[in-house]
């Protein structure tokens, strides 16, 4: 059996999701979002980006789809990853001593189309995705 087809399939596919985080890291800064940490990674799951927006803490998921053919790529946040967004969440804040009373929020940055130029991606930046 030949694996090297899938193996630089997934190489491609981490390229792009580097890329699409880098995309997104840049557009919240022209936004006016201070960095905190980026790839926070813990047991629980992963947040791409932690920042701020003023005093509320932002954990930015990023989703990338080349194609809108199944859904694009805000159609790929699930319910599953909504509850590990949370837990990964948690764990940042128990991990910074962070208490209850800080302000945080979740937001989604979606990327549409080829990273590869400027004027054939779209990004749509989605605010308090997870409200419980």
């Known amino acids: 059996m030949d694996f090297t087809g899938k193996r630089n399939q997934q190489k491609e596919i981490s390229a792009s999701g580097i890329k699409a985080e880098k995309i997104a890291y840049g557009y919240l800064l022209l936004k006016g979002l201070t960095p905190v940490e980026r790839n926070f990674n813990t047991r629980r799951g992963e947040i791409d980006i932690i920042m701020r927006d003023g005093k509320q ?27 590990r967004l949370k837990a990964a969440a948690a764990a940042y804040m128990q991990t910074h001593r962070l208490t ?5 929020r979740f937001d989604v940055v ?18 308090n995705v997870i409200v419980d």
């Open 100 to 104: 209850n009373n800080t302000a945080a």
């Open 57 to 83: 803490l932002v954990f930015v998921e990023v989703r990338f789809r080349k194609s809108a053919l199944f859904g694009g790529a805000e159609a790929s946040i699930t319910a599953i990853k909504c509850q």
């Open 110 to 127: 979606a990327l549409s189309g080829d990273l590869s130029r400027r004027e054939l991606y779209s990004v749509n930046w989605i605010e």
